[in-house]
């Protein structure tokens, strides 16, 4: 691998997370517990970034992501 074919899988790294992070503002999380959709990120130590329901306290890794209409 050159130089030129290293920088071409950054530029296509950087739209694939510009991609992600569009994608996460205009979708909405929602509890697979109760179906809330009041749910924040919740940071945890070890386990790294989880879920939180705010109106049944479900925390998890596991969230349910629908489009925004
Ligand atoms: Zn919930």
């Known amino acids: 691998?050159?130089?030129s074919e290293i920088a071409d899988?950054?530029?296509?790294?950087?739209?694939?997370?510009?991609e992600a992070s569009h994608n996460r503002?205009?979708?909405v999380l929602i509890c697979p517990n109760?179906?809330?959709?009041n749910v924040t990120y919740y940071m945890g130590l070890k386990t790294?970034?989880?879920?939180?329901c705010n109106d049944c306290g479900y925390v998890g890794?596991?969230?349910?992501?629908?489009?925004?209409e």
């Open 9 to 18: 899988d950054f530029i296509e790294l950087e739209k694939k997370m510009e």
């Open 48 to 52: 790294g970034v989880q879920y939180q």
């Open 34 to 37: 109760c179906s809330s959709t």
């Open 25 to 27: 503002a205009r979708s």
């Open 1 to 3: 691998m050159n130089d």
């Open 61 to 68: 890794t596991f969230i349910i992501e629908q489009d925004k």
